[in-house]
């Protein structure tokens, strides 16, 4: 399998080209290296993609001519993305409609136009359900997003449906909820969690801290997500992919009290904006149709997640 993965640099594009390689793919991944972390840990990211079937191009979505890259490819991961949801309020927002929309549509317009047509594979989002009228919250809801962030999301995905429905493009959204593991991001609340707990500095929690998250293992999306590749469904399809756990953020920080034996520094802050109270999936459709399954609960993530920090502590 040739495929192209956009976003390799990040946290789960890396992941994701890793796994690819390691399966035996051709892997030609993108990114802008943009600048919304450090790109010194992207680049580290891309270094761990140790395999001569893995090649890189560093160029934003939205400026080079996307054809000859596409043209190449039996598969289309589009990861990259601008992600966070409490950072897309205000004048931030426009760099999430050009990374999450305008990046979006012209992948898929030059996919549209190749003669190969290969499967497009979209990163979508647990922020576009917002609060959501019932959980465990199944891919009919309606969707209504409670951050511009996840607006964008939404309208990716959209773009999608809309692609499959016009010009017969085998388009598969893939909802994740809350991804965790080693390379997580660093504005991310169990990298930041587990640093403060190693330093010995201050975890600010936003809210109660009972707000309840369905945390999802980076290796159970990316498994999703290399699947996704192969499975026969229908074209704009749109599948969660989630942990199936519901955990607060206050268990989760016993957790990393237990795992570090160090006593936290919690401050509880305001709730931040855009932040819903609770993530929750229904995932019959993708355990059946792509005959997958979590593998990996939350204590044994987070143990995982705690080795890969210390790793970069030591390394610092
Ligand atoms: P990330 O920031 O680590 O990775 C995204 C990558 O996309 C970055 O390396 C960035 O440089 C690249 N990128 C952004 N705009 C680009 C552009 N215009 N051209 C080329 N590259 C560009 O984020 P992540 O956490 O790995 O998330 C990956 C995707 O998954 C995103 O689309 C995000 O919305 C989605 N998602 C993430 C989570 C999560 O919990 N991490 C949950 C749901 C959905
Ligand atoms: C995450 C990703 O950041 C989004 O890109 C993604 O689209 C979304 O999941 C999703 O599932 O769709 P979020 O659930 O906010 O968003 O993930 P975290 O940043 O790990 O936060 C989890 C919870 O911890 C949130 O309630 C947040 O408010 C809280 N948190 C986070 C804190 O209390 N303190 C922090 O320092 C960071």
Redesign the pocket.
């Known amino acids: 399998m040739q495929a192209l993965v956009t976003g390799a640099a990040g946290f789960i594009g890396s992941t994701l080209s890793e796994r690819l390689v390691a399966e035996g793919a051709t892997v030609v991944g993108v990114d802008n290296l943009s600048d919304y972390y450090s790109t010194a840990t992207k680049r580290d990211n891309l270094a761990q993609i140790d395999s001569d079937r893995f090649s890189f191009v560093h160029a934003d979505l939205n400026e080079i001519d996307l054809e000859p890259l596409v043209a190449e490819a039996d598969v289309v991961f589009h990861i990259a993305g601008q992600?966070?949801?409490r950072g897309s309020w205000g004048e931030g927002f426009s760099e999430y409609v050009s990374a999450n929309i305008s990046a979006t549509q012209r992948l898929l317009e030059a996919t549209s136009r190749t003669d190969s047509r290969p499967k497009f594979v979209y990163a979508s989002?647990?922020?576009i359900y917002g609060d959501a009228e019932a959980y465990p919250t199944h891919e009919l809801t309606l969707p209504r997003p409670r951050s511009p962030?996840g607006v964008t999301?939404l309208a990716g995905e959209q773009l999608c449906r809309l692609y499959a429905a016009t010009s017969g493009l085998s388009t598969v959204s893939l909802r994740?909820?809350?991804?965790?593991g080693p390379r997580q991001?660093p504005?991310?609340?169990?990298t930041?969690f587990l640093t403060a707990a190693l330093t010995g500095t201050q975890i600010?929690?936003?809210?109660t801290?009972e707000?309840v998250?369905d945390f999802t293992y980076v290796d159970d999306i990316v498994d999703a997500v290399s699947r996704a590749a192969t499975v026969d469904v229908a074209p704009g399809s749109v599948y969660n992919v989630s942990g199936g756990g519901s955990h607060s953020?206050n268990e989760v920080l016993d957790i990393i009290e237990e795992l570090t034996g160090r006593e936290l520094n919690v401050r509880r802050q305001g709730s931040?904006a855009g932040?819903v109270a609770r993530?929750s999936a229904e995932t019959t459709a993708i355990r059946r149709d792509f005959s997958w399954t979590p593998r990996t609960d939350l204590r044994a993530g987070l143990q995982s997640q705690l080795e890969w920090v210390r790793g970069v502590l030591a390394r610092a």
């Open positions: 992600p966070g949801v989002s647990s922020s962030y999301k994740f909820f809350t991804v965790y991001r504005d991310m609340a169990f930041r600010d929690v936003y809210g801290g707000q998250r953020v931040a932040d993530t």
